[in-house]
Each structure stands twice: as structure tokens, then as C-alpha cells.
């Protein structure tokens, strides 16, 4: 492959988890113990609607936490993606799942139970 | 290091003249802020870019100096 789309492996990281996996939340802790209240509030949210998420600890790895700001261009954790695009962080997620939207949305790309 | 509420009313005020700006200190620590901003900047524009318009009038400062800014965004209806 000559190709390579960005010259950022941690871009590519991330470009191929998203594409890899429907539901992606990148968050500090792990979805069984967050470590900042924004990202359990997520998770919370996403639990409770029952979709099937894989999350993704940035604390693990410091190019990983400055690569998530610069490939959305938002500069703070959690950041929750579907089917590969950048859907909000901790705001817009509870905004969404408040009126409703988020279980709509959701559920438009069958990533809910019925 | 925490940003005083008129300074983060200054700075947003830069960003959006025309706004309607109401800021609550959520812990009274300089540090915890809530923002709501109606702005016709905002018009037509979907949630995560009207985001990203206050994240860049905040120059950097969100996730550093600001831990943490809830978000609260609208254009005029």
C-alpha cells in the first residue's frame, strides 16, 4: 500500500476502530469503570439504551488521548462515533438521548434491540 | 489554572457579538462552567459544528485552562 491516507498512524488507529466496529465511544477508564463522570454519563446513556458499544480507554496511551482531539477536531473526551462518523461528545450525546434522537438515530442504523 | 467567569464571557463575547450568552459556574470553582449561546452563527449548522465554532473562539483554552464547559447551543428562532 503506497497509498497511506494520513501520515498519522494514530489517525489510522482510530479511522480503522471506527470503521471496524458500529458503536465506538473513546472515554477515559473502560465502560465498567470510567474515570471522568462525562464518559460514565455515556455510558450510562448507552447502557440504558441497550446498544452494544465497544470503548476505548485514551488513558492508556498519551498519542492516542492528543490523537482523538486533532482526527475530530474536539477537544475533549468522551467522543462517541457511529458507523464511523463523529456523533458529539458528553453534550450532545445527553442532548440527543434527552429528546429522544438518540434512540431514533440508533435505532435507524439497527443498532438496537427491537 | 481556572478562568473567571467575565473572562470566559469576554472571550465568548469575541467569538459571537451578536449572542445571547448566559454562563453558570456549575461548582463555583472557576472551573466547572455551563455556557448557553444563541447565535446566528449557529443557524443551519449541525450540533457538533456549532461545537467546534465555540471550541475555536475559545482558542485552545477547552480541555486545557477549561476542564470543563457544558454546551448549550442555538441559533435565534
Known sequence: MTDTATANPVHDFIANTVAEHPVVLFMKGVPEQPQCGFSAQVVQILDHLGADFVGVNVLQSDPLREGIKSYSDWPTIPQLYVKGEFVGGCDIVREMFQSGELKTFLAEQGLLEA | ?77
Open chain 2, 1 to 77: 489554572m481556572p478562568i473567571a467567569q467575565p473572562d470566559l464571557e469576554a472571550i465568548l463575547r469575541e467569538g459571537f457579538p451578536d449572542a445571547e450568552i448566559r454562563i453558570e459556574d456549575l461548582a463555583g470553582d472557576g472551573d466547572h462552567y455551563k455556557a448557553r449561546i444563541v447565535s446566528k452563527a449557529f443557524a443551519g449548522l449541525p450540533r457538533v459544528r456549532q461545537h467546534q465554532l465555540v471550541y475555536a473562539a475559545l482558542k485552545g483554552r477547552m480541555g486545557g485552562e477549561l476542564h470543563a464547559l457544558a454546551l448549550e447551543t442555538a441559533a435565534p428562532t
